[in-house]
C-alpha cells in the first residue's frame, strides 16, 4: 500500500472528524428535553427519552391566560380581551425562546403539581433562563405561594424588580389582573 502525502492525509482526517461530530448525537444524544409545543406563557409539552409527552408548568412564575375556549376567544369582556392579549404576547414569546434554543430545554424539576403536571426551571441550551426572560420583559409576574420551592427565587424576584421599576409589559398596564386573581374571578 502506497503512503499517503500529508496533504491527502490531513483531508481524509478531517473528513473523519467531520463526519464524525455530525453524528454524534446518535451517540452521545442532544443536549435537553425535545419541546413539543408551547401551551401558553408558562407551560410546555415535552417529550422524555422514551418518546413519552409530559407537561411541564413554570417553576417561580405565573403568566397571563391565554383563551382556551371557543366562548373565551369571542368574550367582548374588557378584562378577557386584556387577560389573552398578554397571555399570547407571553406564549409567543416563549416560542421565540424555544426556537431558539433549537426546540429543546434543560429541566430542573422541583415539583409536581395537582394536575400531574412537572413544576420545572427551564433553561436554553446556552443557559437562558426562561422565567427570568418573562419577568424581566414583563410577562409574567413572580407566583409567591409556591416561591419557596423555586431554587432561583432571588434571580426571579430581581428580574421582576426591574420591570417593574421600567414599567415593562404588563406593568405598563394600569387594567391588568394578575393571572391568579383573574382565574379565580373569571374562570370557573
Known amino acids: 500500500m502506497e503512503r499517503l502525502t500529508k496533504p491527502v492525509r490531513f483531508w481524509l482526517c478531517a473528513t473523519i472528524i467531520i463526519w464524525g461530530l455530525m ?7 442532544n443536549s435537553g428535553e425535545a419541546v413539543e ?6 407551560t410546555l409539552v415535552v417529550k422524555d427519552t422514551n418518546g413519552k409527552n409530559f407537561t411541564v408548568r413554570f417553576a417561580c412564575v405565573d403568566a397571563p391566560e391565554i383563551a382556551h375556549t371557543n366562548k373565551e376567544k369571542q368574550s ?17 414569546r416563549v416560542q421565540q425562546l424555544v426556537q431558539q ?20 426551571e427551564v433553561r436554553l441550551k446556552n443557559g437562558t ?15 409567591r405561594p409556591y416561591l419557596n420551592k423555586c431554587p432561583s427565587k432571588d ?34
Do not use: H, M
Open 101 to 120: 434554543g433549537g426546540d429543546r430545554v434543560t429541566l430542573n424539576i422541583t415539583d409536581s403539581d395537582r394536575y400531574g403536571r412537572k413544576i420545572a
Open 129 to 143: 433562563f426562561v422565567q427570568q426572560v418573562l419577568l424581566q420583559e414583563g410577562l409574567a409576574k413572580v407566583y
Open 23 to 29: 453524528g454524534c448525537d446518535r451517540f452521545i444524544g
Open 76 to 92: 367582548k369582556r374588557s378584562s378577557d380581551r386584556n387577560q389573552f392579549t398578554w397571555g399570547v404576547k407571553a406564549q409567543e
Open 155 to 188: 434571580l426571579v424576584q430581581q428580574a421582576e424588580a426591574e420591570a417593574k421599576e421600567q414599567r415593562l409589559g404588563i406593568w405598563s398596564d394600569t387594567k391588568f389582573v394578575n393571572p391568579w386573581e383573574y382565574r379565580s374571578l373569571y374562570k370557573k
Open 37 to 42: 409545543r408551547v401551551s401558553d406563557g408558562d
